[in-house]
């Protein structure tokens, strides 16, 4: 849709899921020229500004990031979530991502990559980085030698897709928690069952696939500036947190988020935070939309400010961490 209906706010509606769905129509695309994959993505917002492409982890599909549809749209933002093909190789994702900013006509996009998407945000930003504006990686990390040496084999084709699905969820917590966050892994549940055997293989595969490799930016041609990196302190799950200060390091000027709440998948169980951080990262990255609500717009204008200011803190305390580090 080139001018997309108004799109009212997740808080709005009593079923905010039925609601996207009946709103935002979920596309298809074939990328390729021999051998034909199929890409599936919901598309909404302004289509005159760049967009803000999500990519999912492991775990979900696109339309569990229906509650930044349902808040940032209504405010101008332009957002993409794709699911990708069942790729076992993350070349070929790299490759079959480009096709598709091809086939969309996309020159300029932004990214944002929860978990281990935000490992794939990461390749695309080194392979691409004339087209990557800038980047959010949410809940995220830059090595994944932790996870394949927690693979339990190499080669998933053959085995039955209730093992695999079991490989997944053996990740997910398993402690008494909270009603939103319980919400949010029982969505995720779903989303894990809804797959085929191709795409657990595929998640499976490309989580563990070390043939293409993360090399830290050249700081003197990168922007690490343009990157957000949004971390929640407790994700109630069993992942080392030295994962997370490697990513800060990785990226030394990045901007840093520190969520308090506790939560495995905050975009879903913590959305209004998440947002408001999304938000602030796009304008930080020249995405003004022109249709902020304006009885909305003073207390994001604060809201905006506070954020900028705790980035900066967190910013020079990761800075002083580091030279701390090297003068030890």
């Known amino acids: 849709m080139d001018n997309p209906p108004a ?8 079923n905010p899921y039925k609601y996207f769905t009946s709103i935002v129509a979920l596309q298809k695309i074939l990328i390729g020229v021999i051998n034909k994959v199929t890409w599936s993505y919901y598309r909404f917002g302004d289509k005159t500004l760049p967009p803000l492409i999500i990519i999912p982890g492991i775990e979900s599909r696109a339309e569990a990031y229906y509650k930044q549809f349902l808040s940032l749209c209504p405010k101008g933002f332009h957002i993409i979530a794709i699911h990708y ?52 990686l949410l809940n995220s990390f830059c090595d994944i030698n932790y996870f394949r040496k927690q693979a339990t084999c190499t080669s998933y084709n053959w085995i039955p897709s209730f093992i695999l699905r079991g490989y997944i969820l053996s990740n997910f917590p398993r402690c008494q928690l909270e009603d939103n966050v319980r919400d949010s892994v029982d969505f995720m549940v779903e989303q894990v069952e809804s ?27 990168c922007d690490t500036s343009a990157i957000t990196i949004i971390d929640v302190e407790n994700k ?36 209004d935070e998440i947002n408001l951080f999304i938000q602030v990262h796009l ?3 020249g995405v003004w939309p022109g249709r902020d609500l304006p009885d909305e717009e003073n207390n994001e204008e604060e809201e905006e400010e506070d954020i900028n200011n705790n980035n900066n803190n967190n ?14």
Do not use: C, W
């Open 7 to 14: 799109i009212t706010p997740h808080y709005s509606v009593s």
């Open 85 to 136: 093909p069942p790729y076992v190789l993350q070349a070929q994702f790299i490759k079959g991502f480009n096709l598709f900013l091809e086939q969309l006509k996309l020159k300029n996009v932004h990214l944002l990559g929860f978990a281990f998407g935000g490992y794939l945000a990461q390749l695309l930003y080194q392979t691409y980085p004339s087209k990557i504006d800038s980047m959010i």
């Open 195 to 221: 797959f085929d055997h191709d795409e657990l293989v595929s998640r499976l595969m490309l989580h563990t696939d070390n043939k293409t490799v993360l090399k830290p930016p050249n700081l003197e041609v």
């Open 236 to 271: 109630l799950v069993n992942i080392p947190s030295s994962l997370s200060l490697d990513l800060e390091k990785f990226y030394p000027m990045a901007k840093i988020a520190k969520i308090k709440e506790p939560g495995t998948f905050p975009f879903f169980s913590n959305p």
């Open 283 to 285: 304008r930080n990255n």
């Open 315 to 328: 910013n020079n305390n990761n800075n002083n961490n580091n030279n701390n580090n090297n003068n030890n």
